[in-house]
């Protein structure tokens, strides 16, 4: 079965520190990828999506970035935080293809900066 | 553009049958979703439609009406742990993108 992990769990950051999160999944290939962010209260905001390694689309013009460095791989980063990046991460996968595509979360980081 | 509309708050009574309605205007549509979100967690899938028509689960069913752009999602027999916000999406067709609205709190009492 597929399985998505997502690391830290929390994250309590100062203003303009780096930032780098992790997703992976498991018992899957070639999956595309998602990052969602959720304020406080508030429905889900796309961030970025990729279809294969290396191939990402920007949703949110803003100072995060992502990368998918292996095939069940992706990444978001920040060179430096800001107040407006608190919130509930949100990495997602779903199956390529005609068939249901499904999307499914990992379990979310908490970020608050600080 | 692309618009999904959801009710922000309903409250129902344990044992009760709710339906929470999602009306939807995109460009292109690959299937409706819903997801389940309990506070502080992140979203579980709960049920899928592509045609029309009632998908049952238990005591989950969805809807879907694709010439009205409308979904209802009813919950019979409502139990405590069912408190929780209920997230409408759309799978676009044309690009791999899910577009979600910005979800439905349900509180159940006692």
């Known amino acids: 079965s597929q399985t998505i992990h997502q690391w830290p769990a929390t994250l309590v950051q100062p203003v303009g520190s780096p930032l780098s999160l992790e997703c992976t999944v498991e018992?899957?290939?070639?999956?595309?990828l998602y990052w969602y962010r959720q304020a406080a209260g508030r429905g889900l905001q796309l961030l970025f999506y990729s279809v294969g390694i290396g191939q990402i689309s920007s949703e949110v013009p803003q100072n995060l970035s992502a990368s998918r460095p292996q095939d069940r791989q992706f990444i978001l980063s920040s060179k430096k935080l800001l107040l407006s990046d608190s919130g509930f991460y949100l990495c997602a996968w779903s199956t390529t293809g005609r068939g249901t595509d499904t999307q499914y979360f990992g379990p979310g980081t908490r970020l608050t900066v600080l | 553009g692309q618009n999904i509309d959801q009710p922000t708050e309903m409250t129902a009574t344990e044992g009760a049958i709710v339906q929470i309605n999602c009306t939807y205007q995109?460009?292109?549509?690959?299937?409706l979703f819903w997801y389940q979100q309990h506070a502080g967690e992140a979203p579980t899938f709960l049920s899928y439609?592509?045609?029309?028509g009632l998908e049952e689960k238990g005591r989950f069913s969805s809807f879907l009406s694709r010439s009205k752009g409308y979904s209802y999602l009813l919950l019979k027999e409502l139990q405590m742990k069912d408190s929780a916000s209920y997230l409408c999406a759309v799978r676009d067709s044309g690009t791999y993108k899910y577009i979600f609205g910005t979800g439905t709190r349900l509180k159940v009492l006692a």
């Open positions: 995109t460009s292109g549509f690959n299937g």
């Open positions: 018992g899957t290939s070639n999956p595309n």
């Open positions: 439609n592509v045609l029309d």
